[in-house]
């Protein structure tokens, strides 16, 4: 235990009287996470070890899978079996809807005595919070609306970074013509959307955006700009290599990574691997901000579950003291592609990825224009996200008309709001 703040909430937290003298930091956590990846491995690892050279023990359960539907799979089952992890892997109403189940513990206690409030950006508390309390952690800020480009490839054709969608297009045509893969791309349902929310919002704007993907508003969904959304989406999928199905991002990262293909649409942890791989942003790889004026936010956050004993409940406080420190939101986000939760983190070593993306993010908040991520489960339900999910992988892998997917979209998503 490092300082008083967090002996007194340890104390309360467990209702252990320790000394101060006598306490000892530690107990045991079993942590249930989807960062299996090179970049991701790395950056939970520094936890893992931070922990562990706190004197606790750490159990590490893994789930591969991007963007976390297999995690969030093996949780339920976890769950039902009355046998759920100290801490997962959760993010925005999820959170909210296992609190209201009954499964989650807060670390209120902690919260306090480190005073979260003062250093987290509201809109990050808001989501961490169940009943005014904390039941979640945050790590960071991710940013969904970025093209991932090899400019040695770009080069090539002799094209130029894209800033519109239409200039998008020509150049994954040119690039095309050169025989070479425009985009990179892993044909899992939520590599799908998370093209597809940057699609909308690059076409729509961040009204829009929010309107049709947050708000659900039926008239939003049906409308023509859905369906240039969906038309944008059709050429998109004549720019992917004929491999794209099922393949994981990471392995869509390296396509980029190696030449093969020019561009990839993908949430900052692709720069996690980029770096894992010891590429230099700026020089080997360019980070741009997809067309559209805004930015989609997804942030990280371990949830806690409600486990007994103490050594279990000694071990969650722990565990969220730790991802709270600045140190360790510096070290986890300048391996992950993230910037900190934390406010007040120094950003000086971040490259300047990390601060683009703070800039734009600190833009958006004071234009209205941060949105949540559908595809990552900052925005809507899971069932309502699930909608969201068959139908823009429906479309993508088949032929599909636009207007086809904009009435099953919007009847689908009808039909889940009377659930
Ligand atoms: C998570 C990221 C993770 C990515 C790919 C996202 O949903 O927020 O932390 O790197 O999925 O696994």
Request: hydrophobic share 45%; aromatic share 8%; net charge negative.
């Amino acid at each position: 235990m490092r300082f008083s703040g967090r002996a007194a909430a340890l104390t309360l937290a467990t209702g252990l009287l320790l000394s101060p003298g006598l306490a000892k930091a530690g107990g045991t956590v079993e942590v249930l996470h989807w960062w299996t990846s090179g970049g991701e491995a790395k950056s939970i690892g520094v936890l893992k070890q931070e922990f562990e050279a706190a004197g606790g023990k750490w159990i590490d359960s893994p789930v591969a899978g991007g963007g976390g539907d297999a995690a969030m799979t093996a949780l339920r089952a976890r769950v039902v079996a009355g046998n759920p992890p100290s801490a997962v892997q959760l993010k925005g109403p999820n959170i909210q809807e296992w609190a209201e189940q009954g499964a989650l513990t807060d670390v209120d206690a902690v919260a306090k005595a480190e005073n979260w409030d003062a250093v987290l950006p509201p809109v990050i508390a808001k989501i961490m919070k169940y009943d005014g309390k904390y039941v979640a952690v945050p790590f960071n800020i991710h940013r969904i609306n970025w093209i991932w480009v090899n400019p040695a490839v770009l080069a090539k054709v002799g094209a130029s970074v894209p800033t519109t969608w239409d200039e998008f297009n020509a150049t994954a045509e040119k690039l095309k013509a050169a025989g070479i893969i425009p985009l990179a791309h892993g044909g899992q349902p939520w590599q799908d959307l998370t093209i597809f929310e940057t699609v909308v919002l690059g076409i729509g704007g961040a009204d829009f955006y929010r309107k049709a993907l947050v708000d659900l508003d039926e008239n939003a969904l049906k409308s023509d700009t859905m369906i240039k959304v969906f038309d944008e989406m059709r050429k998109i999928r004549g720019y992917v290599d004929p491999n794209f199905s099922g393949r994981d991002w990471n392995l869509a990262t390296a396509m980029v990574m190696n030449g093969q293909a020019a561009f990839q649409i993908m949430g900052d942890w692709a720069k996690g691997e980029f770096l894992a791989a010891n590429k230099v942003p700026g020089k080997d790889f360019l980070c741009v901000p997809a067309p559209g004026n805004g930015f989609i936010l997804n942030t990280d956050s371990f949830a806690m579950f409600k486990v007994s004993g103490a050594d279990k409940i000694e071990g969650q406080q722990e565990l969220a003291h730790l991802i709270m420190t600045p140190d360790f939101q510096a070290t986890f986000n300048l391996t992950k592609g993230s910037i900190p939760a934390r406010i007040d983190v120094p950003l000086d070593k971040f490259d300047d990825c990390g601060k683009k993306s703070a800039a734009d993010l600190k833009a958006a908040i004071a234009a209205n224009t941060l949105l949540p991520s559908v595809a990552h489960e900052m925005a809507v339900p899971r069932a309502i996200r699930g909608e969201f999910l068959d139908v823009v992988t429906n479309h993508f892998n088949s032929d599909m008309s636009s207007q086809d997917a904009v009435t099953q979209l919007a009847a689908a998503i009808e039909r889940a709001k009377q659930q």
